[in-house]
């Protein structure tokens, strides 16, 4: 009789695990369902936010290559330069390529304002989101797609116009050592005290001179007449060939093996080489700028200067220029109009990009520019850098007078100023910059 009522009961209970693993199978796929889902949102969150920073950081290059940073907070051209940074920053979430596709759409700009309170260094903050991301499983329960926003911040830093700054230490900087003295308005480029840049020095175009005497080949000390021709290095317009004029700097031998990025065309020796390559290596002593400490050394068993100097042959291996002269391969400067009402742009005329208008350029040079205040050792030694130009090289000159054969011809693009009272001459200096401009350009963390 009990067997009989145990036997019913086992009955009943029959297909009771089978639901029990059923409605378990849901719960885990739920969740599985609710993980992926999850996982695919910070995928598309961190594609975001990389997609913001490159806008953010393309809109700072653009403030920084735009010459903008020289300028005072009042100067009414801050606002010209403001549709340049969005068009940079729009540019690179728009590119052709579509390198900034999230979950297979193109993320929306939703904003890029620029603050220009901070002097010497204005940040863009660049905001993107993007609705309707796709939802694998959730939609099973009526979900829809969701919205992802991403912000950036970037800087481009000039502590030129800066009483307390932090430093800059710009990178692959080439051994030319200009002389602080403007041939065309016949001042400063930069007032060694403030670190203060001269008003309406961008756009203007010059000659740099060797001032070594070419005579003194292949050593600009090989005669204690032959030495410096000026000193110290001044402005030079004799002639109508406006120039400043320059020294060479002691550059260091790259360990081994070089580290430096180098054309084909390179030649044989240090000095050309940092002209011509990527040089990674510590060309200078400190690289940094202000504080009034001598922070380069200028060479005087190099002469540059001459058609076949080194400097004229570095530059035209730099600029892949096939000789001296205009329109020999090398890039160009195309001024649309006066600046900074119409952007300079740059035409390839070689590569991959020929006959394009390109966002950078090797004809593009950082330069320091020394202080001029005081004479500097006839011997070689130590001169003291009051900031950098970034310059376009236009061409190496090979005509007219002898004397000026293989000076190298710039239009200068922007000028970062260091001051010599700076009370934060001690601070770490701001590394960066590149080989195109002496402005570091970095993610900051919003404030």
Known sequence: MQRDILSRRRHHERGQTIIL????????????????????????????????????????KAIADSGITTLLLADPNFTTVQ???????????????????????TPTLVSDPIDWSRQGNPHITVTLNTSN???????????????????????AYNPGNIQNFTPIAPKVVKPWLVANADPIQGTQFITPATGAVEANVVGEQFYLTSDCNPNASPNCAS???????????????????????????????????????????????DYEQSIECADVSTSYTVLSCGGGAANAQWDNSVNPGGLTGYSALGAECLIH???HGNNKGQDKLDNLGPWPTSPMQIKAESGLQNGNFVTTSSSIVTIPIIDTTSSIPAAGGNVTIDGYMQAFIN???GGGVSNYQGDIQVTVLNIAGCSNNSTNSGVTPVAGGSSTSPIPVRLITPP
């Not at 729009?90 to 979950?103: D, F, H, K, S």
């Not at 005669?223 to 120039?243: R, T, V």
């Not at 031998?253 to 580290?259: A, E, I, Q, R, Y």
């Open 21 to 60: 693993v059923a409605i378990s199978l849901v719960s885990l796929l739920a969740m599985a369902a609710l993980a992926i889902d999850i996982v695919t949102l910070y995928a598309a969150r961190s594609e975001m936010q990389r997609a913001a920073d490159a806008a953010a950081l393309a809109g700072a």
């Open 83 to 105: 549709s340049w940074a969005s068009t940079a920053a729009t540019n690179q979430v728009n590119g052709v390529r579509q390198n900034n596709l999230i979950a297979g759409q």
């Open 133 to 155: 991301l796709p939802s694998f499983f959730s939609k099973i329960w009526g979900g829809t797609g969701t919205v992802v926003t991403a912000t950036a911040t970037a800087e």
């Open 223 to 269: 005669a204690p007449s032959n030495q410096l021709i000026n000193n110290p290095p001044k402005a030079n317009s004799s002639g109508g060939h406006i120039a400043v004029e320059y020294v060479p700097a002691l550059v260091a031998t790259p360990s081994s093996p070089n580290p430096n990025i180098c054309p084909a065309c390179a030649g044989s020796t």
């Open 321 to 323: 220029a096939t000789s």
């Open 395 to 397: 061409e190496v000159h």
